[in-house]
Nanobody, 124 residues
Framework: QVQLAESGGGLVQAGGSLRLSCAAS????????MGWFRQAPGKEREFVAA????????YYRDSVRGRFTVSRDNARNTVYLQMNSLKPEDTAVYYC?????????????????WGQGTQVTVSS
């Protein structure tokens, strides 16, 4: 099992940037693909980005591709989400999660438990 803690959220103006971090505990972090998700008020949780266990492969939802970059540092047990050119519609609580399957890690219903997330608010 991997325990996860998200951080790095905040209030930023449209066009600005934030970098989110997801710190994992456990010696097997490098075996897990990682996903980032978000949930805006009144909306379903949605997939944002995923990265394979080695970090060699990534994929993104269409609305963030080209603006967001997911990366990981397996030596630090941490995955990052660099968010640039932020828009008000990116406002949400952002979560990370882990799964052995790179395909499955991008599906929110894969997971039964979630961390507290980190709030990102983009003002117009």
């Amino acid at each position: 099992q991997v325990q996860l803690a998200e951080s790095g959220g905040g209030l930023v103006q449209a066009g600005g940037s934030l970098r989110l971090s997801c710190a994992a505990s456990g010696r097997t972090f490098s075996s897990y693909a990682m996903g980032w998700f978000r949930q805006a008020p009144g909306k379903e949780r949605e997939f944002v980005a995923a990265i394979s266990a080695s970090g060699s492969s990534t994929y993104y939802r269409d609305s963030v591709r080209g603006r967001f970059t997911v990366s990981r540092d397996n030596a630090r047990n941490t995955v990052y989400l660099q968010m640039n050119s932020l828009k008000p519609e990116d406002t949400a609580v952002y979560y990370c999660n882990a799964d052995i399957s790179f395909r499955r890690v991008g599906v929110p219903t894969t997971f039964e438990t979630w961390g507290q997330g980190t709030q990102v608010t983009v003002s117009s």
